[in-house]
């Protein structure tokens, strides 16, 4: 199957120009004294208590709030994996850390863990592909050949 159009190339080269549009076209409509004749009309009328105009100024200028946790600090006792998530579970339970950063916490930890474990895994297969090459050696076997 060929195709039709060269990557980058248009499908349409003769469609429609840039600009064309009807957001262009009321864009071009509001000259620069036009919208700031606009947006002053909208702050005085925000200011006069119009509410819909408030929250369009508002909506436009300051971004929406977002709930943020602040940082928690526990004490993650003991070395293992399973000593650190008793640790995180006794916090949530005693009221120390909200559950959400609880289960956030828990989460990262078991995603620790999978590291960890495919770290261990990568450490013995360098081990057992280093302990097969010997043995080939000591067979004398060369060393591109498969087991």
């Given amino acids: 199957m060929t195709k039709q159009w060269k990557p980058g190339q248009s499908g349409n080269p003769k469609g429609r120009p840039a600009g064309a549009g009807k957001v262009a076209k009321l864009r ?43 940082p928690i600090k526990i004490d993650v006792a003991g070395t293992s994996l399973t000593d650190q998530a008793r640790s995180i579970l006794d916090a949530i339970t005693g009221g120390n850390v909200p559950v959400a950063q609880g289960a956030a916490m828990m989460a990262a930890l078991s995603h620790l863990g999978r590291i960890i474990e495919i ?28 087991l």
């Fill in 28 to 70: 071009a409509a509001l000259g620069g004294n036009d919208l700031e004749e606009i947006i002053a009309s909208l702050v005085i009328a925000a200011k006069a208590g119009d509410i819909a105009a408030a929250r369009l100024l508002l909506d436009r200028t300051i971004p929406p709030l977002r709930a943020t946790d602040a």
């Fill in 119 to 146: 770290d261990e895994m990568e450490r013995r297969l360098r081990v057992l592909e280093g302990n097969s090459i010997h043995v080939r050696a000591n067979l004398g076997g060369d060393d591109d050949d498969e």
